[in-house]
């Protein structure tokens, strides 16, 4: 039930609705949002941040939720690895999403032997949350160049120009090998792909399935996967990589959560998809990601050497749900943006022009709310509204209905019609820019390491641009499946050992640090810290 205050503030809302159909907010001019992001967005918020003190990115800073995972201890001791191993294949395939199961398909089809363990159930991944779209050059007018281009303006001109090349390039191809599984993007009358617009970009040029886009792939992914001669083992997350004592990879030890048992897997070769770590719920910040996204390769990768790249900068995506209470974090697509629904303060007045950049975007809403412009609500979270119905005021009635069914169906259940209220939402914590450091065929720093999708870093530089994820794990984990699968047909299976883990644990004696936590964390830690950022 929404109190007094949100009532009259809605009601304001639906009062300056007219006038504000049609007014145009102009971009940030660069100086200024130097200005905003450096005030408000919690990337920029020093006492977040520690230098680390060990591993290969020692002295560079990241948040302390994540400095906590690379500077934690190895659950493993020497007597959980077994001198005879419970798998023994070519390729381990850690991930049981979008980029795991592409990397897995590839893989398989160039003729090696394939085990795919995952932490919860195959397809349980930030991969079924994306909602609006992924990004691909494949209309007339416009090219991967102004994919790249658009790409790079997102991304502070910080993204890695070789793997950004490979992205743009590779999307058409990447979206035919989709279409040939069976993927039902949206088209338009005349059954051509239809494209859509997105924030900061300078054409439509998102691919989409309603707002549902990530939870199609992942379908037919996964349909794709069951149907192929892939050892899938569910419920068993990866907690250590093992190595050859020479720095090269040859397996992991992988945790059985019924019984909470360490299963020792040799490979020749092994692919790390692990996905995001919002349910670290860095900064206090609620999430949109899925239960398991836990930050598990970061450490796992770190430990046996890895680089890392882009650890510093996390994506809060403007529009998390905040109302009602269960629907904290929920992510409420850009594409209604893009499509008309405009950000408006308690006073019913718009503040950002809505498809800038998300890391602007949520810069403004904090700001809106930091100085007294936010909605509280009942249970002391602090939003703004999002004015949803101005899309079929725009658009022609109908277009919530046929563009964005699961928007409608989520809010409903809480007797909410985004036809015609208003909806409260805040930054979410959505994705991680960065992640262990790859080439353009998804290698790490560590021989017969690759790593695929959110769990890489250098792609996005310091901003990702709005679907570009789903195009990541698509390429990359392509790439990664046959670089990973060509590694693992040209070399034998070599000794593997604990000999990293014991290296690092003398580093952390070394650095002083007495009583370092367990990482991976793999299940979230329930203690409601999130509530500091959007109640204060
Ligand atoms: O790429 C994304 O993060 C995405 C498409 C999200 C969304 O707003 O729908």
Redesign the pocket.
């Given at each position: 039930m929404a109190t007094d205050s949100l009532t009259e503030s809605r009601e304001r809302v639906d009062a300056s609705r007219a006038a504000r159909k049609g007014q145009t907010v102009a971009l940030f001019p660069p100086a200024e949002k130097e200005v905003l992001l450096q005030k408000y967005h919690p990337d920029y918020k020093a006492e977040a941040y520690r230098a680390l003190r060990i591993g290969p990115n020692a002295g560079q800073k990241t948040v302390h939720e994540v400095a906590d995972l690379l500077e934690g201890d190895s659950p493993v001791a020497q007597a959980d690895l077994k001198s005879v191993p419970d798998y023994t294949t070519d390729l381990l395939i850690i991930g049981g999403g979008g980029a795991g199961c592409t990397a897995a398909l590839t893989a398989r089809a160039a003729g090696v032997k394939v085990l795919l363990a995952t932490k919860l159930r195959l397809g349980d991944s930030n991969t079924v949350m994306?909602?609006?779209?992924?990004?691909v050059a494949v209309k007339p007018g416009d090219s991967p160049v102004r994919h790249f281009l658009d790409t790079i303006k997102g991304g502070h001109f910080a993204n890695d120009r070789e793997l950004l090349k490979v992205l743009v390039e590779e999307g058409p191809s990447a979206t035919q090998w989709l279409l040939s599984l069976g993927v039902l993007f949206d088209r338009d009358d005349d059954g051509n792909l239809r494209v859509r617009s997105?924030?900061a970009t300078s054409t439509p040029r998102?691919l989409t399935c309603k707002?549902y886009?990530?939870l199609e792939l992942m379908r037919v992914l996964k349909d794709a996967l069951i149907n192929e001669d892939v050892q899938v083992v569910e419920f068993a997350p990866a907690v250590e990589l093992l190595s050859d004592g020479a720095g090269r990879c040859t397996g992991a030890i992988l945790k059985n959560l019924d019984n909470n048992r360490f299963m020792t897997v040799h490979a020749k070769a092994v692919i790390v998809a692990t996905g995001g770590s919002g349910r670290l719920h860095i900064q206090g910040f609620p999430t949109s990601n899925h239960f398991g996204a836990t930050g598990d390769a970061l450490p796992i990768a770190y430990r046996l050497g890895a680089e890392l790249a882009f650890i510093d900068t996390f994506?809060y995506?403007p529009?998390g749900a905040i109302y009602p209470e269960p629907m904290a974090g929920l992510?409420?697509?850009?594409?209604?943006r893009a499509a008309g629904a405009q950000l408006v303060n308690r006073l019913g007045e718009r503040f950002v022009n809505e498809t800038d950049t998300?890391d602007v975007v949520a810069a403004a809403i904090i700001r809106e709310c930091v100085e007294g412009r936010g909605v509280i609500t009942p249970s002391g979270r602090r939003g703004v509204w999002l004015d949803a119905p101005l899309v079929d005021l725009v658009n022609g009635e109908g277009t919530l209905d046929t563009r964005f069914p699961n928007m409608r169906k989520l809010f409903s259940r809480y007797d909410i019609d985004i036809r015609a209220e208003s909806v409260l939402i805040h930054p979410t914590l959505?994705?991680q820019n960065g992640g262990v450091k790859i080439g353009v065929n998804g290698d790490s720093t560590v021989a017969g390491l690759f790593v695929a999708g959110e769990a890489s870093g250098g792609l996005h530089g310091r901003n990702?641009?709005?679907?570009?994820?789903?195009l990541d794990i698509i390429v990359f984990g392509r790439r990664a499946g046959q670089a990973a699968a060509a590694y693992a047909a040209s070399t034998t299976q070599g000794p593997a050992t604990l000999d990293h883990v014991a290296h690092f644990r003398d580093a952390l004696r070394q650095a002083g640090i007495t009583a370092p936590s367990a990482s991976p964390r793999l299940i979230p830690d329930y203690v409601r810290r999130e509530e500091a950022t959007t109640r204060s």
């Amino acid at each position: 039930m929404a109190t007094d205050s949100l009532t009259e503030s809605r009601e304001r809302v639906d009062a300056s609705r007219a006038a504000r159909k049609g007014q145009t907010v102009a971009l940030f001019p660069p100086a200024e949002k130097e200005v905003l992001l450096q005030k408000y967005h919690p990337d920029y918020k020093a006492e977040a941040y520690r230098a680390l003190r060990i591993g290969p990115n020692a002295g560079q800073k990241t948040v302390h939720e994540v400095a906590d995972l690379l500077e934690g201890d190895s659950p493993v001791a020497q007597a959980d690895l077994k001198s005879v191993p419970d798998y023994t294949t070519d390729l381990l395939i850690i991930g049981g999403g979008g980029a795991g199961c592409t990397a897995a398909l590839t893989a398989r089809a160039a003729g090696v032997k394939v085990l795919l363990a995952t932490k919860l159930r195959l397809g349980d991944s930030n991969t079924v949350m994306a909602e609006g779209g992924m990004q691909v050059a494949v209309k007339p007018g416009d090219s991967p160049v102004r994919h790249f281009l658009d790409t790079i303006k997102g991304g502070h001109f910080a993204n890695d120009r070789e793997l950004l090349k490979v992205l743009v390039e590779e999307g058409p191809s990447a979206t035919q090998w989709l279409l040939s599984l069976g993927v039902l993007f949206d088209r338009d009358d005349d059954g051509n792909l239809r494209v859509r617009s997105g924030g900061a970009t300078s054409t439509p040029r998102l691919l989409t399935c309603k707002d549902y886009t990530g939870l199609e792939l992942m379908r037919v992914l996964k349909d794709a996967l069951i149907n192929e001669d892939v050892q899938v083992v569910e419920f068993a997350p990866a907690v250590e990589l093992l190595s050859d004592g020479a720095g090269r990879c040859t397996g992991a030890i992988l945790k059985n959560l019924d019984n909470n048992r360490f299963m020792t897997v040799h490979a020749k070769a092994v692919i790390v998809a692990t996905g995001g770590s919002g349910r670290l719920h860095i900064q206090g910040f609620p999430t949109s990601n899925h239960f398991g996204a836990t930050g598990d390769a970061l450490p796992i990768a770190y430990r046996l050497g890895a680089e890392l790249a882009f650890i510093d900068t996390f994506q809060y995506h403007p529009t998390g749900a905040i109302y009602p209470e269960p629907m904290a974090g929920l992510l409420v697509t850009e594409a209604i943006r893009a499509a008309g629904a405009q950000l408006v303060n308690r006073l019913g007045e718009r503040f950002v022009n809505e498809t800038d950049t998300r890391d602007v975007v949520a810069a403004a809403i904090i700001r809106e709310c930091v100085e007294g412009r936010g909605v509280i609500t009942p249970s002391g979270r602090r939003g703004v509204w999002l004015d949803a119905p101005l899309v079929d005021l725009v658009n022609g009635e109908g277009t919530l209905d046929t563009r964005f069914p699961n928007m409608r169906k989520l809010f409903s259940r809480y007797d909410i019609d985004i036809r015609a209220e208003s909806v409260l939402i805040h930054p979410t914590l959505h994705y991680q820019n960065g992640g262990v450091k790859i080439g353009v065929n998804g290698d790490s720093t560590v021989a017969g390491l690759f790593v695929a999708g959110e769990a890489s870093g250098g792609l996005h530089g310091r901003n990702r641009l709005m679907g570009n994820s789903l195009l990541d794990i698509i390429v990359f984990g392509r790439r990664a499946g046959q670089a990973a699968a060509a590694y693992a047909a040209s070399t034998t299976q070599g000794p593997a050992t604990l000999d990293h883990v014991a290296h690092f644990r003398d580093a952390l004696r070394q650095a002083g640090i007495t009583a370092p936590s367990a990482s991976p964390r793999l299940i979230p830690d329930y203690v409601r810290r999130e509530e500091a950022t959007t109640r204060s």
